[in-house]
């Protein structure tokens, strides 16, 4: 069992509460995931020639240490904005090839830290224990942004670690949480790996991030490499899924996984229960239903 | 009239007062369930008990006598093992609702979801919208009626449960087929019908029910095991 959180704003007006609104549905959702939280959220998008990067270390990174050795290494403009032991890391690159190769000097340079989101505007942070500490330690309650995922996790088909917890992020600015256990992930995650995707564990979720870029990469629109999905993932999943510009709910066809979604005029929540939704402002008059089996609902900016 | 507010107190003491003979006869009212689970579950008294919001997993599971009225939707587990009295939501059911029920009636004036009335045992489920897949799988006894459509495998592996549907059903479970809707049906399905508050014509449903293939064991099939 796990726990999945998503909320999307319609009113930017309310881009200031969007920590806030996360973190009280997060916690709404221990019961389901008390093993470890996280969360991606979406804000201060970079310039087109500019990358955001999220780091992770471990409890005793020394992001002074880090600073100095980014510092020979990288060329052009960069700031490091450390956040316990995480980092935002926004760099100049030439285009997309150049974040991404910006990427991997970065991952080789720094063997003791893990790249955990690459993009323009995602930022992850995740941490084994309960989600109440991990908001605390994060200051989620302060983050602004236009979206964000969330997820508690109760685990079943791998260990318990800080790299095991969701949100998983293998592509620019996408990112997923899962609720449900794939069976075919260790066959998948061979061919995927065969096709260049990078994986930092064995756990089945990062898998179904691994296949969406892979599919986003060969040219897919998101709603196609969904569609493939359903075809190619066998096993239960509810899968929230973020982008750029919106976030995505899809179910597989058993359908044994929960999930609500709600929508007002100022938002688009998604939840496994209804009392994560609860608690946001105007929840008594959304409109509720439940997501049908195989079937892809997605929000996106325009 | 007791009341009781969920969001301050939680659901325990609403729970422990329909535990008891004082609760018989009464009218309770619940607040803010905010969705809850387990709201209203194993009441054994004849109370009124109505429920102002949303809840979430197994409300009013294990009723016995109660008449609980959900004012909002409930998620995933509603009235499970219901032995008696009566359910109804206002809006709309999540999964596997009236799983394995006995006896009582439950009414879902919107839509349920996957798997409503599996293994039903005895109840009565009037459903005023559609019904997703598989529901009433392995379906015992009782009465399912649909007044919208049914989704895939309806009624598979079913022994004797009656289904009526009013719309389109996707598919039929294995051992599913179409019956013929008799006098007797008819007059179940009217009184079911009214017992829910609607309106529909009985003669406008199709029945299904078991073709009694999956009841014994065939020494055809052998070689198969």
């Known amino acids: 069992m796990c726990g999945i959180v998503g909320l999307y704003f319609k009113n930017p007006a309310l881009e200031s509460r969007l920590g806030g609104m996360l973190a009280d549905m997060l916690v709404q959702m221990t019961d389901r995931g008390p093993d470890s939280a996280g969360v991606a959220v979406y804000h201060d998008p970079v310039a087109d020639s500019r990358v955001k990067i999220t780091l992770q270390g471990p409890d005793d990174v020394d992001w002074e240490a880090v600073r100095a050795e980014l510092d020979d290494a990288l060329d052009g403009d960069w700031s490091l904005t450390p956040l316990a032991n995480h980092a935002v890391l926004v760099a100049d690159v030439a285009d997309q090839t150049g974040a991404m190769s910006l990427a991997a000097r970065v991952d080789d340079l720094l063997p003791s830290i893990r790249l955990t989101s690459i993009g323009s505007a995602i930022e992850i942070y995740k941490e084994k224990g309960l989600p109440a500490k991990v908001i605390d330690k994060f200051r989620l309650r302060e983050l602004t942004g236009t979206h964000a995922l969330g997820h508690t996790r109760m685990a079943t088909e791998s260990a318990v670690t800080t790299e095991h917890s969701h949100p998983f992020s293998t592509g620019r600015d996408l990112c997923l949480v899962h609720n449900g256990s794939l069976s075919n992930h260790n066959r998948l995650r061979e061919d995927l790996r065969r096709e260049g995707i990078r994986f930092q564990t064995d756990n089945d979720s990062e898998v179904a991030a691994g296949y969406l870029t892979w599919r986003l990469g060969q040219g897919a629109s998101l709603k196609e490499a969904l569609e493939a999905a359903i075809r190619d993932l066998d096993g239960f999943y509810t899968f929230a899924i973020g982008t750029r510009d919106g976030f995505a709910v899809l179910r597989d066809p058993i359908a044994c996984k929960p999930a609500v979604l709600a929508e007002t005029d100022d938002w688009v929540a998604m939840s496994s229960e209804y009392r994560a939704i609860a608690q946001l402002p105007g929840s008594e008059n959304a409109r509720i239903w439940e997501p049908e089996p195989a079937t892809i609902y997605s929000w996106e900016k325009h | ?225």
Do not use: W
């Not at chain 2, 392995?138 to 009624?155: E, I, K, R, T």
């Not at chain 2, 449960?161 to 294995?174: E, N, P, Q």
């Open chain 2, 1 to 225: 009239m007791r009341e009781f507010d969920l969001g301050e107190g939680g659901v325990r003491p609403l729970n422990a007062f329909l535990h008891q003979a004082e609760s018989a006869g009464q009218a309770v009212a619940a607040r803010h369930p905010g969705g809850r689970h387990n709201v209203a579950a194993g009441a054994m008294y004849d109370s009124a008990v109505d429920i102002h919001g949303h809840v979430g997993y197994y409300c009013a599971g294990m009723n016995q006598d109660a008449a609980i009225t959900i004012h909002g939707n409930a998620g995933p587990g509603l009235a499970e093992n219901m032995m008696s009295g009566s359910v109804r939501v206002k809006g709309n059911a999540s999964q596997y609702c009236g799983a394995t029920a006995h006896g009582g009636l439950l009414v879902i004036e919107g839509n349920a979801a996957a798997r409503c009335g599996i293994s039903m045992k005895g109840v009565d489920i009037v459903v005023g919208g559609s019904i997703g897949h598989m529901s009433a799988f392995m379906a015992q006894s009782g009465a399912l009626v649909v007044c919208g459509d049914a989704g895939d495998s309806l009624g598979d592996s079913i022994y004797e449960a009656r289904l009526y549907v009013h719309g389109k059903v996707s598919s039929l479970g294995a051992d599913c087929i179409e019956k013929e809707l008799r006098d007797e049906h008819l007059a179940e399905l009217a009184g079911l019908l009214e017992q829910a508050g609607l309106s529909h014509d009985p003669a406008s449903f199709r029945r299904y029910g078991s073709a009694r293939q999956l009841y014994n064991f065939k020494i055809d099939n052998v070689g198969a095991y």
